[in-house]
């Protein structure tokens, strides 16, 4: 016991050993996986995601972006089902990711949402998105709003990933892309690239270190009490 913190658990109290840390940096591309939330082909949501990717090839990183055609509701299906399974491998895959959704009755949309709801905190020991740096950014029909970023930063949290603080968010995005799908030039524009420059950056800041940023001590103090437990059982027998 700790004389002035006598609630402090000794077996869980510790701090991370960042020098032991800096020794196995990666040096891989960082690995970004990119969502959206619509199904439509004239799909805004799916253009930016698609300059999105472009600027981080650019940067360096290997991306990789969920389709949601033919991804069951939500308890709809099993676990099993093939998109289900690509999704959640994928999330494994991923050091980063970008989420964008059209803004729809002021929210994000149902596809969204849906990607969302089937990735779970936890497979067995493994979490497919603690510790993962995140990106939002929206599409909408008229006047920009930010409903749709502020409710996938929530989510964020809630899945434990890192959100970087930049966010994109593009009005009357009919206006924003030319015949073939690109992004004219704009400030619009000039905010994704800020986006995903900050991503990647974060991203290579963080991904040696995403063990260290989600370790919790209740966690810590949770698994010691169980192995202490276990201990004195044996000694006991």
């Excluded at 929530?154 to 690109?182: C, H, Y």
Aim: contains cysteine; glycine residues 6%; hydrophobic residues 40%.
């Amino acid at each position: 016991m700790i004389p002035d913190l006598p609630n402090l658990s000794p077996l869980a109290d510790r701090l991370p050993d960042l020098a032991a840390r800096e020794q196995s940096r990666a040096t891989h591309p960082p690995r970004i996986l990119l969502l959206y939330g619509s199904l439509r082909d004239q799909s805004y949501s799916r253009f930016v995601t698609l300059e999105a990717e472009r600027l981080l090839r650019h940067f360096g990183c290997e991306t990789r972006i969920f389709h949601a055609n033919g991804l069951p509701l939500p308890d709809d299906a099993e676990a099993s089902h093939p998109k289900v399974q690509e999704l959640r491998e994928l999330c494994l895959w991923s050091e980063g990711q970008v989420w964008t959704s059209p803004e729809r009755h002021g929210a994000m949309t149902g596809v969204m949402k849906s990607q969302i709801d089937w990735i779970p905190l936890a497979l067995g020991a493994i979490r497919p998105t603690q510790g993962r740096t995140l990106a939002v950014m929206q599409v909408s029909g008229g006047s920009q709003s930010f409903n749709a970023v502020n409710q996938m930063r929530v989510l964020g949290r809630w899945m434990r990933m890192l959100t970087i603080p930049n966010q994109s968010s593009v009005a009357k995005a009919w206006q924003e892309f030319d015949e073939t799908g690109r992004m004219r030039a704009s400030p619009y524009y000039d905010r994704i690239v800020d986006v995903m420059e900050e991503l990647v950056k974060f991203t290579l800041l963080t991904r040696d270190l995403s063990g260290v940023l989600t370790d919790r001590y209740s966690e810590r103090k949770e698994s010691a009490e169980k192995l202490e437990a276990r201990v004195s059982l044996s000694a006991a027998v």
